[in-house]
């Protein structure tokens, strides 16, 4: 089924990780989206959109486009 957003809608579709999620926001940084996703698991994490990582540096600044493959990565610990 095609689905075509019409101008005035609000919202974004994003693909995170292989899923489509939907916010309710018109505009996006790395951070926000992470608040939102994992607000309380923000220490080694990695975000990499389009196959590129985004240094955490630049969380705040770097926007999130709807089409954007976004892919978050959390180191784990084992043995």
Same mark, same amino acid.
């Given at each position: ?5 019409? $101008? ?6 994003? #693909? +995170? ?10 505009? $996006?940084? @790395?951070?926000? $989206?992470?608040?939102?996703?994992? &607000?309380? #698991?923000?220490?080694?994490?990695? @975000?990499?959109?389009?196959?590129? @990582?985004? &240094? #955490? +540096? ?5 926007? @999130?486009?709807?089409?954007?493959? +976004? ?9």
């Amino acid at each position: 089924m095609y689905h075509q957003k019409t $101008l005035n809608s609000e919202g974004m579709e994003l #693909k +995170i990780n292989q899923q489509i999620k939907q916010f309710n926001a018109e505009s $996006l940084s @790395v951070q926000s $989206l992470l608040d939102l996703e994992i &607000p309380h #698991k923000q220490n080694g994490i990695a @975000v990499a959109i389009n196959n590129t @990582v985004v &240094p #955490k +540096i630049n969380w705040n600044e770097h926007l @999130v486009h709807e089409t954007d493959e +976004i892919l978050i990565i959390s180191a784990t610990q084992g043995g």
